[in-house]
């Protein structure tokens, strides 16, 4: 009953939001001092809100109209893709997820770990720390970090730059490897739902955010931002086997993938006209497992101008089940992605041949998760228009189109950022300019509105200047 008690604390108090109202606080309560509950129960809890409500839910939905891997057909997320109603409420729910469930449950469970000695459970919380401020940064710019999920002794806290989030990101990937390769009590086992408490893998996983993060510094000082991705890329994935991934979900109703779950009972998303565009032409393989034929032929939806139609039933293609499924991993970070990045560093530092060598091998990494091999991927890349035959061809065209087909459908926020970041691939919506940010939620409007930014879904964030 304790447990109980304190999970509902965290969960219906708005003590440890960036920002609170006053009225609804109840002072007898210290949740900065939770007893009862476990980091067995804390870390599970965590992780699982990391992997659905942040990575699973509305900002992957969204972020994948607005980045064209879908075209929104019906209701909320066909008024998102015509640029209607980006207003304060739109990602209201997954901020109050992020800082009360994710950030400060992760920050009980590395000061519990500190204090019981368990290494294994203080390095994987600050890579998942790491890894949600850093999603978290990509999606809004600015957010409160630093000062943020102390409760009453702070509930107006200030915004760190998105700069400045990345740098602790860093720190946190840094102070995990130190942890994990500590000498600790136990593992997390059963409790770590990704890598049962496999220190190696964590560290792995370390080194590839820790590359990701430092490519998005590719605008403010290209060549050193290269490296340091190169020099993180060394000690990360080697393989698929190796990927950030969580593959435990279920057939049950409150188990499926929350992809599946929207696709099968709300059927808002219809496959983009973009991405047909992109993979027709070069009789790309992938794309018969992507999207669900009508009459013999994919009828891809346009972006922005998209009919109505709910379920992909009528007018247009819907998302294949070869990807849409109730059981398909969701992907935090994969091998396939670290190569991309590989391939776009060395591109920065005119490492022609090891640029064209990693792309190369991040396109068949990407083509074999979806089963194609062998000769299949051999007639792809011999396309000049996918694998230029000279290595100085290559342009960063190539290697961010590449990996945003490879990003579908499931890290479409992280296809969001590359476009942002780099431009590419070359996407227009016919109503407008497509969003540069997440707005900030209204709850922080409401509640810390001297501290939210002044800025406009239209305004760029830091690593597109």
């Not at 509902?8 to 900065?32: E, K, Q, R």
């Amino acid at each position: 009953m304790k447990l109980i008690k304190y999970i509902s604390i965290i969960t219906v108090f708005c003590l440890m939001l960036a920002g609170c109202d006053d009225t609804m606080l109840d002072y007898n309560t210290d949740p900065n001092n939770p007893t009862e509950a476990p980091n067995s129960t804390l870390l599970p809890t965590a992780m699982m809100s990391t992997i659905v409500n942040l990575s699973g839910t509305d900002p992957s939905w969204i972020s994948s109209v607005w980045v064209q891997h879908t075209a929104g057909v019906h209701a909320q997320l066909r008024d998102y893709d015509r640029l209607a109603g980006l207003d304060a409420s739109l990602v209201n729910n997954n901020w109050n997820n992020l800082y009360p469930t994710i950030f400060q449950n992760l920050n009980i469970v590395m000061e519990q770990a500190e204090e019981e000695g368990h290494n294994n459970f203080l390095g994987i919380a600050k890579v998942l720390k790491a890894y949600s401020a850093t999603y978290a940064a990509d999606m809004w710019g600015d957010i409160p970090l630093s000062e943020a999920n102390q409760g009453i002794d702070n509930l107006t806290p200030v915004y760190d730059s998105q700069q400045e989030v990345y740098e602790q990101a860093l720190d946190l990937l840094s102070e995990a490897r130190t942890a994990l390769n500590a000498e600790t009590v136990g593992i997390a086992g059963s409790s770590d739902l990704i890598y049962g408490g496999d220190a190696d893998a964590w560290i792995r996983a370390s080194y590839a955010l820790e590359a990701k993060i430092h490519n998005r510094w590719s605008n403010h000082d290209p060549a050193g931002s290269a490296q340091r991705a190169l020099d993180a890329a060394v000690s990360a994935f080697q393989s698929v086997d190796h990927d950030l991934t969580f593959d435990n979900f279920g057939t049950g109703s409150t188990e499926q993938h929350p992809w599946y779950q929207e696709a099968f009972d709300r059927g808002h998303h219809a496959f983009s006209e973009s991405m047909f565009n992109a993979m027709d032409p070069v009789d790309d393989p992938r794309l018969e497992l992507f999207a669900i034929p009508r009459d013999g032929e994919i009828v891809p939806a346009p972006n922005g101008e998209a009919e109505a139609d709910q379920f992909a039933a009528s007018i247009y293609s819907g998302l294949s089940e070869n990807i849409i499924s109730a059981t398909a991993p969701q992907q935090l970070m994969t091998y396939g992605e670290l190569l991309f990045i590989e391939a776009e560093a060395h591109l920065r530092l005119e490492n022609f041949t090891e640029a064209h060598n990693a792309y190369e091998q991040a396109v068949r990494t990407s083509l074999g998760y979806h089963g194609v091999e062998g000769a299949e991927a051999d007639a792809f890349l011999a396309q000049e228009e996918v694998l230029p035959a000279n290595p100085a061809d290559l342009e960063l065209d190539h290697i961010m189109t590449q990996k945003w087909i490879s990003h579908f459908p499931f890290q479409a926020v992280e296809a969001y950022t590359d476009f942002r970041r780099t431009g590419y691939p070359e996407l227009t919506n016919p109503v407008g300019a497509i969003p540069n940010r997440f707005p900030y939620p209204q709850v922080e409007i409401d509640n810390n509105r001297d501290n939210v930014p002044e800025v406009t879904i239209n305004t760029p964030v830091w690593f597109q200047n």
